[in-house]
């Protein structure tokens, strides 16, 4: 593993839940926009499985990270390929601290409106 931020986007592009937890602490806290934190790798698996199931695909478009010490600030839109067909694109900014390699606590700012409506 690396603390490679734009690596770990490309994992979670894959669309493969066991891809995108390997690069998280077993103890991560990880918060998707205003939804309660799922604490724990399991937890985080079964959060992210679930949400592939309510999409046909997405892709992250990087376009900044800034390193401050232990956090990654990273500035990306991210397109989603709906069930129906169309793809929309939002922006989004996430915060990642590392414990090492691994993302120990990972907050997303977005709004899914878009992609739902």
Same mark, same amino acid.
């Given at each position: 593993m690396s603390r490679d931020v734009r690596a770990i986007f490309a &994992?979670?592009?894959?669309? &493969?839940?066991d891809k995108f937890v390997?690069?998280?602490t077993d103890d991560v806290v990880f918060r998707f926009g205003n939804g309660e934190p799922a604490v724990g790798r399991a937890?985080? !698996?079964?959060?992210v499985a679930g949400f592939f199931t309510s999409i046909d695909g997405l892709t992250h478009h990087v376009?900044?990270?800034?390193?401050i010490g232990e956090?990654?600030?990273?500035?990306i839109d991210v397109e989603y390929l709906r069930k129906d067909?169309? !793809?929309?694109t939002v922006p989004n900014a996430d915060i990642l601290t590392f414990d090492g390699d691994l993302v120990r606590h990972w907050q997303i700012y977005i709004d899914l409106a878009p992609v739902f409506a």
């Open positions: &994992d979670i592009d894959a669309f &493969d839940p390997a690069h998280l937890a985080v !698996r079964e959060a376009h900044n990270v800034w390193d956090t990654s600030v990273a500035q067909g169309k !793809r929309v």
